[in-house]
């Protein structure tokens, strides 16, 4: 049974609501899936008057954590075309594993969650990737096997390098049944090509 850790990081709880579909799908795939987040760096009171949501169940990743799975799926809003700072200052603290290797051949995936449609989804999922490439993982993304990608009948994130999600200029979008399929699509495909690559 593969072990999968879904690693995220959500300010207002669209990226968690989207951590938690790509778990199902793993789940459904038959993986061990564990849900963790990174910790926040915005003081709590700054954090508490921008509206963070603080009561994420979610418990908070250690960065040897990662070295414990087989599988490491990544999730983060965008900021300004690229990853979160959060998530940015955690992977940061991966020198060490990178430098024994300890990511080495682990399969790897990239989620987002934007405030618009071209408000740089794609551009922050290759800011996750280029980090699990670096940490030499094997990347599964959203492949057009997942038919909500083609849809032209609503708005609607995804891409091929990864799940996505559109959360409004005002954050008041929550993820859409397309937007969650996508994720447990994922999910299922990440858990599924690393039962075959360690089972």
Same mark, same amino acid.
């Given at each position: 049974?593969?072990?999968?850790?879904?690693?995220?990081?959500?300010?207002?709880?669209?990226?968690?609501?989207?951590?938690?579909?790509?778990?199902?799908?793993?789940?459904?795939?038959?993986?061990?899936?564990?849900?963790?987040?990174?910790?926040?760096?915005?003081?709590?009171?700054?954090? %508490?008057? *921008?509206?963070?949501?603080?009561?994420? &169940? !979610?418990?908070?990743?250690?960065?040897?954590? $990662?070295?414990?799975?087989? +599988?490491?799926?990544?999730?983060?809003?965008? %900021?300004? *075309?690229?990853?979160?700072?959060?998530? &940015? !200052?955690?992977?940061?603290?991966?020198?060490? $594993?990178?430098?024994?290797? +300890?990511?080495?051949?682990?399969?790897?995936?990239?989620?987002?969650?934007?405030?618009?449609?071209?408000?740089?989804?794609?551009?922050?999922?290759?800011?996750?990737?280029?980090?699990?490439?670096?940490?030499?993982?094997?990347?599964?993304?959203?492949?057009?096997?997942?038919?909500?990608?083609?849809?032209?009948?609503?708005?609607?994130?995804?891409?091929?390098?990864?799940?996505?999600?559109?959360?409004?200029?005002?954050?008041?979008?929550?993820?859409?049944?397309?937007?969650?399929?996508?994720?447990?699509?994922?999910?299922?495909?990440?858990?599924?090509?690393?039962?075959?690559?360690?089972?």
């Amino acid at each position: 049974m593969a072990k999968v850790l879904v690693l995220y990081y959500s300010s207002f709880g669209h990226i968690e609501t989207m951590a938690n579909a790509v778990a199902e799908g793993a789940r459904e795939a038959g993986a061990q899936v564990d849900v963790k987040r990174v910790p926040e760096t915005v003081p709590e009171e700054i954090a %508490r008057s *921008g509206h963070f949501k603080l009561d994420q &169940a !979610a418990p908070v990743a250690a960065i040897n954590d $990662l070295v414990d799975y087989d +599988a490491i799926i990544v999730g983060t809003g965008t %900021r300004f *075309g690229r990853m979160s700072s959060q998530m &940015a !200052a955690f992977l940061d603290q991966a020198g060490g $594993l990178w430098m024994r290797g +300890a990511l080495n051949g682990k399969v790897g995936g990239a989620f987002t969650s934007s405030a618009t449609q071209h408000g740089g989804n794609e551009m922050t999922l290759f800011s996750i990737i280029t980090n699990l490439m670096h940490f030499g993982m094997t990347i599964v993304g959203l492949p057009y096997s997942h038919p909500g990608q083609g849809t032209i009948d609503e708005i609607v994130g995804g891409a091929p390098y990864g799940a996505t999600t559109i959360a409004g200029s005002d954050g008041s979008r929550q993820p859409s049944e397309i937007e969650l399929a996508g994720a447990r699509h994922q999910g299922m495909l990440v858990a599924t090509t690393a039962a075959k690559l360690f089972d």
